[in-house]
Nanobody
Framework: QVQLVESGGGLVQAGGSLRLSCAAS????????MGWFRQAPGKEREFVAV????????YHADSVKGRFTISRDSAKSTVYLQMNSLKPEDTAVYYC????????????????WGQGTQVTVSS
């Protein structure tokens, strides 16, 4: 079992930055792929980024490429999402997730989820 706890959300003005953290505990992360998703009211859960914990390879959704960066700190068992140049349309609850299947943009492939952290970007 993997337990995930997100933090770092908040209110920021358009053009600003936030860094989200996802602290993981439990099962070793080397067998997992770690993803960030987001969900706004009335919309489907949207893929943001994913990394392979073991090798550190990453993939980012087109909507956030050049603005968001997923990374890891192995010593802290923590995954980060650095968000720069934030836009009002980035407003959502952001979730950290872990998948034992592999790297995927499909939320259904992830079997562990955090509780989410709210990100609100004002115009």
């Amino acid at each position: 079992q993997v337990q995930l706890v997100e933090s770092g959300g908040g209110l920021v003005q358009a053009g600003g930055s936030l860094r989200l953290s996802c602290a993981a505990s439990g099962r070793t992360l080397r067998d997992y792929f770690m993803g960030w998703f987001r969900q706004a009211p009335g919309k489907e859960r949207e893929f943001v980024a994913v990394l392979s914990w073991n090798v550190g390879s990453t993939y980012h959704a087109d909507s956030v490429k050049g603005r968001f960066t997923i990374s890891r700190d192995s010593a802290k068992s923590t995954v980060y999402l650095q968000m720069n140049s934030l836009k009002p349309e980035d407003t959502a609850v952001y979730y950290c997730a872990a998948s034992a299947y592999g790297s995927s943009r499909d939320a259904s492939r992830y079997d562990h989820w955090g509780q989410g952290t709210q990100v609100t970007v004002s115009s």
